[in-house]
């Protein structure tokens, strides 16, 4: 019985997720070089705004730090990933 809970975890575990994540990530994979670095600026605006406001004492939802900063953290996995494969590097 345990065996079967496991199997079917390591399973789940391997499904791709239903969600925004995966989405927003073939979007930004579709975009080139630049389009990422100017979208990587942009979020890095956006944190920057958010800090701004905290710091000012304005109303500030605290998630969007931590969807930002993994928005950004997506962003640059998925531009090393393609830089790795314009460089014909593989593991």
Same mark, same amino acid.
């Given at each position: 019985m345990a065996a079967?809970?496991?199997? !079917?975890?390591?399973?789940?575990?391997?499904?791709?997720?239903? @969600? +925004? @994540?995966?989405? =927003? !990530?073939?979007?930004?994979r579709a975009k080139n070089a630049a389009e990422l670095h100017e979208e990587l600026l942009k =979020?890095? #605006?956006? %944190?920057? +705004? =958010? #800090? =701004? %406001? #905290? !710091? /000012? @004492?304005?109303a500030v939802k605290p998630d969007q730090f931590g969807k930002v900063r993994k928005g950004i953290a997506r962003?640059? /996995?998925? !531009?090393?990933e393609a830089q790795i494969?314009?460089?014909g590097v593989s593991k």
């Open positions: 079967k809970k496991k199997a !079917a975890k390591v399973a789940k575990a391997d499904a791709p997720q239903k @969600g +925004a @994540g995966n989405e =927003l !990530a073939a979007k930004l =979020l890095r #605006r956006e %944190q920057f +705004a =958010l #800090r =701004l %406001q #905290r !710091a /000012t @004492g304005q962003l640059k /996995t998925i !531009a090393r494969k314009s460089a």
